[in-house]
Nanobody, 125 residues
Framework: QVQLVESGGGLIQAGGSLRLSCAAS????????MGWFRQAPGKEREFVAA????????KYADSVQGRFVISRDNAKNTVYLQMNSLKPEDTAVYYC??????????????????WGQGTQVTVSS
């Protein structure tokens, strides 16, 4: 079992920055990949970014490439999502997820085994 707790969401004006955090506990040593997904009202959950837990590899959605940066601190069992140049279309509930078994960085929600409760990010125009 892995427990994930997100924090750092809030209301921000367009063009601003926010940093989300996701603290993991439990069997974190089994983690392959940590990812961030988001879901806006009336839309399906979509991939945002992911990082390989035991190396530097990362993966980003085209919509956030160059604006968002995912990073991890293995000592703290925490993954971060630095979001810059935020746009109103970034408004969503952001979820942290852990993949313990796929073996590659995946953008598919179905690859992830554990999910956090989500944190709301609202970007005003």
């Amino acid at each position: 079992q892995v427990q994930l707790v997100e924090s750092g969401g809030g209301l921000i004006q367009a063009g601003g920055s926010l940093r989300l955090s996701c603290a993991a506990s439990g069997r974190t040593w089994r983690t392959d990949t940590m990812g961030w997904f988001r879901q806006a009202p009336g839309k399906e959950r979509e991939f945002v970014a992911a990082v390989w837990w035991r190396g530097p590899n990362t993966k980003y959605a085209d919509s956030v490439q160059g604006r968002f940066v995912i990073s991890r601190d293995n000592a703290k069992n925490t993954v971060y999502l630095q979001m810059n140049s935020l746009k109103p279309e970034d408004t969503a509930v952001y979820y942290c997820a852990a993949d313990l078994s796929t073996g590659v960085i995946s953008a598919a929600a179905s690859s992830y085994d554990y999910w956090g409760q989500g944190t709301q990010v609202t970007v005003s125009s």
